[in-house]
């Protein structure tokens, strides 16, 4: 089979090829290596891919047109795992254009790419983040998401109407999976448990938003690969109990869903950074500090869907997570 990841100079787009390619797929990797955090990192991480005969890396940006158009029209794709994307939830409230271009532009571009040129599954990465202003716990992938507190939020809810409607116009199966905190190896800079190893090493102080009273549902890097995977060999198939007087925003009457992918296991922050602590066998200096704008205090993942789909949900503990995370760090920064 031969698979497009988007991204896959990212964190979980590189996870994806190497499980991809270890199980004898053919996987084009499409990456712009932007400088939203240092490229170095995204550079190390694809020299992990390029030495595999079967992986090609192709460095394109999703919001360039053309470069998509013939990139699907010469590959030929059996499937998609689309990743790409402008992250972040907080650095939506400075550069906004950003997040258009690459979560609207460049998921138009995909969602064509994948129309013109019968693909027979795209699998795209939403995110828990459309869940915004909802306090009903856990979250469901059927409760209401029209209250984002972010534009990131916002263009990952449009994302998903976007897959809806090409598959209800075109017969496009799409699935979208709703990433919550994902963390682990070769994770992002910018992410939590990076920034507090990072400044723990350095013996400097963290910020801890909301002064500590934030729950995640973390979830592990190989979790989350397992349900891309999962998920991606199992095609999205019109839901034949959909009601239209009650309509389920998360299924429909074309081949489409929209599935959470958590730990179903919600972590006290304090709880989480004691689990650093204890890896690293330093106690961290904090500075405690008011909610962030666009942030949302807890987060919590109802999974049962995901499983009864594909006889999977995500369960590693977040101390053996942190404990990963931290010899990697160790390994990679010599630390």
């Known amino acids: 089979m031969k698979v497009l990841v988007t991204g896959a100079a990212g964190f979980i787009g590189m996870h994806v090829s190497e499980r991809l390619l270890a199980r004898g797929d053919q996987v084009v990797g499409l990456d712009n290596l932007n400088d939203y955090y240092d490229p170095a990192l995204k550079e190390a991480r694809l ?69 013109h040129n019968a693909v027979q599954h795209l699998v795209y990465a939403s995110s828990s983040s459309v869940y915004g202003g909802n306090e009903k716990m856990p979250f469901s992938e059927a409760d209401s998401v029209d209250h984002p507190v972010s534009l990131y939020a916002a263009t990952k809810k449009a994302n998903e109407l976007m897959a809806h409607t090409y598959s209800h116009l075109y017969g496009l199966p799409t699935t979208g999976l709703r990433f919550f905190t994902v963390y682990g190896p070769w994770g992002r800079p910018d992410m939590a448990l990076f920034l507090f190893v990072k400044a723990a090493l350095e013996q400097r102080a963290i910020d801890v938003y909301n002064y500590g009273k934030m729950r995640r549902d973390f979830t592990y890097i190989d979790d989350i690969v397992e349900g891309v995977i999962r998920v991606l060999d199992r095609n999205a198939e019109p839901d034949l109990a959909f009601d239209a007087q009650k309509p389920n925003p998360a299924t429909g009457k074309a081949p489409f869903r929209v599935f959470n992918i958590g730990n179903n296991n919600p972590v006290e922050l304090m709880d989480f950074i004691l689990a650093i602590e204890e890896s690293l066998d330093v ?15 807890a987060t919590a993942a109802d999974t049962d869907k995901l499983d009864a789909w594909v006889g999977f949900a995500p369960s590693t503990d977040v101390r053996i997570g ?8 160790r390994r990679h920064y010599r630390n």
């Open 47 to 115: 020299a992990r891919l390029v030495p595999n005969s079967s992986f090609r890396f192709v460095n394109a940006d999703v919001a360039d047109r053309a470069a998509i158009e013939s990139l699907f029209a010469a590959e030929r794709f059996d499937k998609v795992v689309h990743l790409a994307a402008q992250a972040g939830v907080r650095y939506s409230l400075v550069n906004p254009h950003a997040y258009i271009e690459s979560n609207v532009v460049g998921f138009t571009n995909i969602l064509e790419g994948c129309r």
């Open 283 to 297: 106690e961290i200096k904090k500075n405690f500090l008011p909610l962030q704008d666009g942030d949302v205090p």
């Open 322 to 329: 942190v404990g990963r995370f931290v010899d990697w760090y």
